[in-house]
């Protein structure tokens, strides 16, 4: 069971096990189509497209009305029937890839791990290690695999809302990490965050530096050496982002570290900043 990392090698020669599903996550969020388009033009073998905002986010806007962030989690029924619908049992060893260095892929290991299935992995270095690999690429669509019986268990991970994260800024209890470029926690980004800045107490840890210059994570001591002064305590941390997809980044390079437990704050940035009345600092943490 594989339940962080994969390989490319090991990831090829399970390409055609029943048991093993495989999905593509590679998307753009400013262009959002273009993930479906670059999956046409090749993917690996069996692989199915998952597409970040309708079916790994949920609606941005609560029953409430209330606006809960640019990409929200979606609820847990609606994520089962899609796990389901593409083939995912109980006992499925699934395996998530784009080519966004684990930006998006990640954000499905978080997902599943949050319904309670722990065999779930990213492949290290996404399609860059796969064609670096000389490994190939299929055009054909995936063929369709039966209704899977994934069932719902106890959450593997751990959420914080909006209220808990305004309530620390008095009790300092939690720490919350950023895994936004610099320039955005900064606040000096506007093009991408209208309102910029980062919450108050918030530390920043760019999720692309978790990982090598060839695209693949960090070895694990020295994801900890990096990543232990910046959380702290684990299950005192908290991670966020623009739209907490990038956060699962961060969460899964603790996996990795052998630093676990530390929760996310789904609504991020988008959420916290969509509220006036929010603090928000600006410049270096």
């Known amino acids: 069971m594989y339940t962080t990392l994969i390989d490319a090698h090991t990831l090829a020669q399970h390409l055609d096990d029943p048991q093993w599903v495989i999905l593509d996550c590679r998307h753009d969020l400013m262009d959002p189509a273009l993930g479906r388009a670059a999956y046409a033009e090749g993917h690996l073998q069996n692989a199915q497209f998952a597409h970040l905002d309708t079916d790994l986010s949920g609606p941005k806007n609560g029953a409430d009305g209330v606006f809960r962030g640019r990409h929200p989690l979606p609820e847990r029924a609606a994520l089962l029937a899609t796990l389901r619908a593409w083939g995912i049992d109980d006992d499925s060893q ?3 890839y784009d080519a966004q260095g684990g930006m998006y892929a990640a954000r499905l290991w ?6 309670g299935h722990d065999a779930v992995a990213v492949l290290d270095g996404g ?3 796969w064609n670096a690999a000389g490994l190939p690429l299929v055009t054909a669509p995936a063929p369709q695999r039966p209704r899977g019986n994934i069932a719902e268990r106890p959450a593997l991970v751990r959420t914080v809302t909006a209220a808990q994260v305004e309530e620390n800024l008095a009790s300092a209890r939690l720490q919350v990490v950023d895994a936004r470029a610099n320039d955005r926690f ?3 980004n506007e093009t991408i965050d209208p309102v910029g800045g980062h919450i108050p107490g918030a ?3 760019f999720f692309k530096d978790n990982l090598q210059a060839d695209g693949r994570f960090k070895d694990a001591a020295t994801l900890q050496q990096e990543l232990a002064p910046i959380v702290g305590t684990p299950h005192h941390a908290v991670m966020q982002c623009g739209s907490g997809v990038t956060a699962c980044h961060n969460l899964l ?3 990795v570290a052998g630093l676990p437990g530390a929760a996310l704050y789904p609504g991020s940035w988008s959420e916290w900043c969509a509220i006036p009345t ?8």
Not at 278 to 285: H, L, M
């Open 127 to 129: 399609l860059a290690a």
């Open 278 to 285: 929010r603090p928000v600092a600006t410049g270096p943490a």
């Open 253 to 255: 390079a603790l996996e």
């Open 94 to 96: 699934v395996v998530a």
């Open 110 to 115: 978080w997902l599943l791990r949050w319904l």
């Open 186 to 188: 900064r606040g000096e």
């Open 203 to 205: 530390r920043n840890r």
